[in-house]
């Protein structure tokens, strides 16, 4: 998509802007084509300015995180990609505020949330350690683990709406559901407030968290670009268990591979491209329906020309 100059020209008025960007570099699969315009917004109000431009525009608006829960095609996105992550330009912030709740920017790595409320004496927040990402990126998905989600934590959140408007809104745990938090589309999250327990054995969290994290590193192929889970669960069903049923366990298509060590987890095994793996999870839906009759929904978001 040809964007024109002057277009360009106002983005980079209120941000850094990178013309064809390869974006494998900024998702933890290391695939994925160039973006037309990847920008990195430095504050709130440079978001704001963005979203307004490409409605005025109507250009294409696609949103990125910290990558990791994340598919692009190997041809790329057109027209605006946003970056929010943390980098060596910006980190978020992450704040206790007076009411005893905790304030972060979207921006922020749940690593550094988790440091952070832990070192405050604080528990209910143990289900993210190990997770990757941004908060915000664990907000939108309502990420979890069997000990809690995002929606058990969350008071409320700021946002910028679809024509660029900054607003809060409320959490209601009624719209939220395994691995949806029922935000409105075209809302980008800029920051929450989250409530968390004082810990009734601060040595006890940390003890716990690292527990988590030791189990992640036996059980999850760390070693290899993935992006984690990949499929939900279905009710009263294991992904890991069905794929490993139907006898995909290592299966390959290009360099993309189930992994051994997690049957829910596809690796890049050896320069798989993303429609390597992408069609890997078409084998894997294809062949778990056939065996069972179950339709597996995946976790990740896929975007992009395949």
């Known amino acids: 998509m040809n964007i024109p100059r002057n277009v360009i020209q106002a983005l980079g008025?209120?941000?850094?802007?990178?013309?064809?960007?390869?974006?494998?570099t900024y998702t933890t699969y290391r695939t994925g084509g160039?973006?037309?315009l990847l920008v990195f917004p430095g504050d709130n109000e440079s978001l704001s300015r963005i979203v307004r431009i490409a409605a005025d525009e109507s250009l294409p608006l696609t949103v990125i995180?910290?990558?990791s829960n994340l598919l692009v095609g190997d041809k790329g996105l057109e027209g605006i990609v946003i970056r929010l992550c943390e980098d060596s330009l910006r980190k978020g912030e992450i704040v206790l505020l007076e009411d005893g709740t905790i304030y972060a920017?979207?921006?922020?790595?749940?690593?550094?949330f988790v440091e952070f409320a832990v070192n405050l004496g604080y528990s209910g927040m143990e289900f993210m350690a190990g997770i990757p990402g941004c908060i915000g990126g664990g907000i939108i998905m309502n990420a979890g683990t069997s000990m809690g989600a995002f929606a058990d934590i969350l008071v409320d959140v700021d946002l910028v709406d679809s024509g660029g408007n900054r607003t809060a809104a409320l959490i209601d745990r009624s719209m939220s559901s395994y691995r949806k938090m029922g935000i409105g589309d075209g809302a980008i999250i800029t920051g929450a407030r989250i409530k968390l327990s004082r810990a009734a054995d601060a040595s006890r969290v940390r003890s716990d968290i690292e527990?988590?994290?030791g189990d992640r590193r036996k059980k999850h192929p760390l070693d290899y670009p993935s992006a984690g889970s990949?499929?939900?669960?279905?009710d009263g069903y294991s992904s890991w268990k069905l794929i490993d049923e139907a006898g995909l366990k290592g299966r390959m298509v290009g360099g993309a591979r189930v992994s051994e060590l997690h049957t829910n987890f596809i690796i890049n095994a050896d320069g798989a491209t993303s429609r390597d793996i992408r069609n890997l999870i078409c084998l894997i839906?294809?062949?778990v329906f056939q065996y069972f009759g179950i339709?597996?929904?995946?976790?990740?978001?896929?975007?992009?020309?395949?």
């Open 105 to 112: 920017d979207s921006i922020a790595s749940k690593e550094r």
């Open 211 to 213: 527990d988590i994290l």
């Open 285 to 287: 839906q294809e062949t």
């Open 34 to 36: 160039p973006a037309d």
């Open 65 to 67: 995180g910290g990558g």
């Open 295 to 306: 339709r597996l929904e995946t976790e990740i978001k896929m975007v992009g020309v395949f």
């Open 230 to 234: 990949v499929f939900k669960n279905p």
């Open 13 to 24: 008025e209120c941000a850094r802007v990178k013309e064809k960007e390869p974006l494998k």
